[in-house]
C-alpha cells in the first residue's frame, strides 16, 4: 500500500441497510481499518435502498439506532445520518459526495460486501465512483467477486481502486437475524448485546398479527 501524507485523515465509509448491523459487519469494518491504518470508520445506514425497493426494511430511525448502539463503544467508529436523512433513495454516489463534502481533505475508503461492490460498480457511475474513493470489497463466505464484467473499466485504473479484504469466516447476515428473530430463536451473539435487547424491545421482525404473544 502507498504511503499518502499525513495530511488528509483516512476515512473508512461502510455503506449498509444494517437490518439488523451484527458482527459481520463490525468485524469487517474493524480489519480493514487496521488493514489501510484508518483515522475512523462512518456507518452509513441506507435510507431507502433502492436494491431492496420491493421488500420489506425496517424504520430507518430504528436501524440508525442499532448502528449507533453497536458502534457506541468504540472510539473511531460512528454513524452518519447522510442517508437517511436524504428524501430521495440512496445511491452510493450520492454518500460518497456528502462525505467528499464534510470531509474536503479526507481520503475516502468505501467498504462493502463483494456480492455489493460488483452491484455498485456494474450499474452506478463508476467514473465519479473512483474520483471520489478507493473502493473495499470485503470477502464473505459463500460470496466470491466476479470481476470478468468489471475488467474494462479495472483496466485504466490505478492498482488500489479495488482492493479485496479477507475477513475472518463469519457466515452472519441480516437476513439469518431477522429470520431468527421472527421464529423466536436467539441472536445472541450474532449481533451486539444491546442490539439484541433493542430488537426485542421494539418487536422488530415480528411477524404481522404474532406481536405481544
Ligand atoms: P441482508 O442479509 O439483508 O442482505 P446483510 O447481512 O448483507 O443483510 P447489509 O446491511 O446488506 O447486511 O450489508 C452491508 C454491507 O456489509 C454489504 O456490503 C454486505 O455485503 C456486507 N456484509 C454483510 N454481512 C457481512 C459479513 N458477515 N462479513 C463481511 N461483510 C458483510
Ligand atoms: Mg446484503
Not at 467477486?145 to 479484504?165: G, I, K, S
Not at 457466515?171 to 441472536?187: L, T
Amino acid at each position: 500500500m502507498q504511503e499518502t501524507g499525513r495530511r488528509g485523515r483516512k476515512l473508512g465509509v461502510m455503506g449498509g441497510t444494517f437490518d439488523p448491523i451484527h458482527h459481520g459487519h463490525l468485524v469487517a469494518a474493524s480489519e480493514v481499518a487496521n488493514r489501510f491504518a484508518l483515522d475512523e470508520v462512518i456507518f452509513v445506514p441506507t435510507g431507502q435502498p433502492w436494491q431492496k425497493a420491493d421488500k420489506q426494511v425496517s424504520p430507518a430511525e430504528d436501524r440508525y439506532l442499532m448502528t449507533v448502539i453497536a458502534t457506541a463503544s468504540n472510539p473511531s467508529f460512528s454513524v452518519s445520518r447522510a442517508d437517511i436523512d436524504r428524501e430521495k433513495v440512496t445511491y452510493t454516489v450520492d454518500t460518497l459526495r456528502e462525505m467528499r463534502d464534510r470531509h474536503p481533505d479526507a481520503e475516502l475508503y468505501f467498504i462493502t460486501g463483494a456480492d455489493a461492490l460488483a452491484n455498485i460498480l456494474t450499474w452506478q457511475d463508476w467514473a465519479e465512483l473512483f474520483e471520489l474513493a478507493r473502493f473495499v470489497g470485503v470477502s464473505r463466505p459463500g460470496y466470491e467477486l466476479n470481476t470478468d464484467h468489471l475488467e474494462e473499466h479495472l483496466r485504466d485504473l490505478p492498482a488500489d481502486a479495488v482492493t479485496m479484504v479477507e475477513i475472518p469466516a463469519l457466515a452472519i447476515s441480516s437476513s439469518e437475524c431477522r429470520r431468527r428473530a421472527a421464529e423466536n430463536r436467539p441472536v445472541w451473539y450474532l449481533v451486539p448485546d444491546g442490539v439484541v435487547q433493542y430488537i426485542s424491545k421494539r418487536h422488530l421482525y415480528v411477524p404481522a398479527g404474532a406481536e405481544g404473544s
